[in-house]
């Protein structure tokens, strides 16, 4: 039994009991590591050195009269595009291949704050655009379930290294469904919280308006520890909203009696594979058994979301990649004649070709003469989306449906056809435009292979949504499958 089958909270008890150490935990870490990374190749950059001096500093505080928060010691994971002080940062792009920051976002210093260890830096679709971890531009990762499958994106080292059981928990993004969609490929719990929750200043930007920092781990409870300890109000993001961060944790009590629930029809229809949608029925059958209560409802312009989505965040993805020119840092490309010769091919050597497709198509929709019927209409739809979920939460506590429309398909299987790429995301875009919080955690198996549970809530209540996830996930035994790598 690895150490990492352990909830956070048993391991805090075991290190301030000294019967295990930091060290102890690490060297877990890097052992699995050693174990199966040459199958899943999760991490992009690996940080032992340091890691092991952390381990050994933190391993003389144990002990100490001021016992230590329950985050102290434990193993991390980080993906590729969050910034790391002195720790390579190259959201797995050839653009930033030697790029090394002097700064660390805001999540990073909250968990310094913590005393986590960091592990490494995970592999990621370039700059979070993609469903499947293939735009990686240096290496594929693979499904631990299934290693001739994709573990989703663009977060999938991040849900692929927890589910391998290489750290105990990792940070991802989610800007149309990036932690979750992994998360439910690979048979982990993922968070998106609520737009402005988790500071982004240090998170590259993709799509400023949608994308969101959020954790991934093996349980409910040790997600909901992961995100009190990141979240909170930071002056450095002007987005980020001040408000109080409660006990998550201290939501766990099981109690879900008189729980209203939402099933949006839209969620269940065409497109989602028949195991799938008998999934989230039996979940809700056993959420009914805990007192809960749910009816069909629509979503009525959650039809719309995927184009809003792609038209908005492609607009946004062209203005932040702006900065990559090869000026100030970052690749530069050696054969440029002048200066406009270098713009050209620095851009396009260093970026890949899902990123230089959505540059071109957000750059369509702002230019001259298409902005009005492109952009503007698209964020119109947005509120309009936005206004489903208000009027749903008006009646219900949560909002329950799949995460993604079928279980983790094969590497390769997609590469060619983006817009079949870009419809594994459809269940959980709608989530991002309206900025609420989304959870996926494991509700079953097709074929071997994990499924999903995404339920919402509504804006900055966390409480309740982990309350669902943890009462559903006590009744069930899916978190507790392990991948046989």
């Known amino acids: 039994m690895s150490l990492f089958d352990h909830k956070v909270s048993d391991l805090h008890e075991l290190l301030h009991k000294k019967e295990i150490s930091v060290t102890d935990l690490v060297d877990t870490s890097f052992k699995r590591i050693n174990e199966v990374e040459d199958q899943v190749q999760a991490f992009l950059t690996l940080d032992e050195e340091r890691a092991r001096a952390k381990a050994k500093a933190l391993d003389e505080k144990i002990g100490q009269a001021d016992k230590k928060g329950l985050l102290f010691g434990m193993p991390i994971g980080i993906k590729d595009n969050i910034v790391t002080k002195n720790l390579r940062t190259t959201c797995a792009s050839k653009i930033l291949d030697n790029f090394d920051p002097i700064y660390d976002a805001t999540v990073m210093g909250k968990l310094h704050q913590a005393e986590t260890v960091t592990i490494g830096k995970l592999n990621m679709d370039e700059f979070a655009m993609g469903s499947s971890t293939e735009n990686s531009g240096f290496k594929e990762t693979r499904n631990p379930w299934n290693l001739d499958r994709v573990p989703g994106g663009s977060s999938g080292g991040s849900a692929a290294s927890v589910a391998a059981g290489e750290v105990l928990f990792s940070l991802g993004s989610d800007t149309g469904g990036s932690i979750r969609q992994p ?111 749910w009816e069909e409802v629509s979503l009525p312009h959650s039809k719309y979301a995927l184009a809003t989505y792609y038209l908005l965040s492609s607009s946004e993805a062209s203005a932040n990649l702006s900065r990559f020119d090869g000026v100030r840092y970052g690749y530069r490309s050696p054969d440029a004649q002048n200066l406009l010769d270098m713009y050209k091919k620095t851009r396009a050597e260093g970026f890949g070709d899902e990123v230089k497709r959505r540059i071109m198509l957000g750059t369509f929709a702002l230019s001259s003469g298409y902005y009005d019927a492109y952009y503007k209409k698209a964020q119109k739809v947005r509120t309009l989306i936005k206004k489903d979920f208000d009027d749903i939460f008006q009646k219900y506590d949560v909002i329950i449906g799949p995460t993604t429309p079928t279980p983790a398909f094969k590497i390769g299987e997609n590469l060619a056809d983006p817009m079949t790429m870009y419809v594994n995301d459809i269940l959980t875009i709608p989530v991002n435009l309206a900025g609420v919080p989304g959870i996926s955690v494991p509700c079953g198996f097709a074929d071997g292979l994990p499924l999903g549970l995404q339920i919402i809530g509504k804006h900055f209540d966390e409480s309740t949504v982990y309350k669902v996830a943890h009462a559903f996930e006590q009744s069930t035994d899916f978190h507790k499958q392990k991948p046989q790598l």
Do not use: W
């Open 183 to 293: 998360a439910s490929f690979c048979g982990v719990v993922g968070m998106k919280p609520t737009y402005g929750l988790v500071s982004r200043f240090g998170l590259v930007a993709f799509a400023s308006s949608l994308d969101q920092i959020g954790p991934v781990t093996r349980t409910v409870e040790d997600n909901a520890y992961l995100l009190e300890a990141i979240a909170g109000h930071d002056e450095m993001d002007s987005t980020s909203v001040n408000v109080q961060i409660p006990n998550y944790v201290g939501a766990l009590n099981g109690d879900i009696k008189g729980l209203r629930i939402a099933v949006p029809k839209e969620y269940l229809g065409e497109g989602v594979d028949e195991v799938v949608r008998q999934s989230v029925f039996h979940a809700l059958k056993e959420l009914e058994k805990l007192g809960a209560t």
